[in-house]
């Protein structure tokens, strides 16, 4: 089993990597944005819940992504591995899929952080707001996704880094020569 985290700000390229990465190993991509984006868009209970957070950039609470990534991990249980986009990002969500993980007997295998500087994530969103429509991405919500980035989200580079379980790879360029950077991280050690 191949499980793969995928880490790293809001406008990293974490979910067009993330395509090519299912697509090349054969794995299961799990995007809590996208699976949060399709609850809001059903307008479900957790959709409706959700979007509070979301439109202000702020994190849905853990216990409620916690257990919804369980139920999606359960339900590909036949899965060859999975990508992680967007999860783990806060300490409490690591810890707990490295308990889910490891009793299972699947643990994290790599995390591959991608490393893209502040003004350019600003501007790869921003264009990506007016291209999509979607709307967590207006200047005002993406500094917002960006500290909280910061404050919440990049403690676990150490956490995995302890673990002897973090790649990095710079994320600037084009999609091909990132994607075979982030295979060679892979591939290294798999
Ligand atoms: P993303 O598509 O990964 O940029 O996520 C969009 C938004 O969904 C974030 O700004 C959060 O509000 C919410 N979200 C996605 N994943 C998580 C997560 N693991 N924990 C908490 N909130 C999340």
Redesign the pocket.
């Given at each position: 089993m191949l499980n793969i985290i995928i880490f790293g700000p809001?406008g990293a390229g974490k979910g067009t990597q993330s395509e090519r990465i299912i697509e090349r190993y054969r794995l299961t991509h799990l995007?809590?944005?996208?699976i949060?984006r399709n609850e809001i868009k059903n307008e479900t209970k957790l959709g409706i819940l959700?979007k509070s957070?979301?439109d202000k950039?702020?994190?849905?609470p853990d216990a409620v992504?916690i257990d919804m990534l369980k139920n999606k991990i359960e339900e590909n249980r036949f899965s060859k591995g999975f990508v992680f986009d967007?999860?783990?990002?806060?300490l409490a969500?690591a810890k707990s899929l490295d308990e889910m993980l490891n009793k299972a007997e699947i643990p994290i295998s790599i995390v591959v952080s991608l490393d893209v500087k502040d003004d350019e994530l600003i501007n790869r969103l921003v264009k990506r707001g007016a291209e999509s429509g979607r709307s967590?991405d207006n200047e005002e919500v993406i500094v917002q996704?960006l500290n909280v980035y910061k404050q919440q989200t990049m403690p676990l580079i150490d956490y995995y880094k302890n673990q002897g379980k973090l790649g990095s790879v710079h994320g600037v360029g084009s999609i091909d020569e990132i994607f075979k950077k982030i295979c060679n991280v892979i591939d290294k050690d798999f």
């Open positions: 809001p995007s809590t944005g996208d949060l959700a957070y979301m950039g702020a994190l849905v992504v967007g999860f783990p990002r806060t969500q967590d996704r």
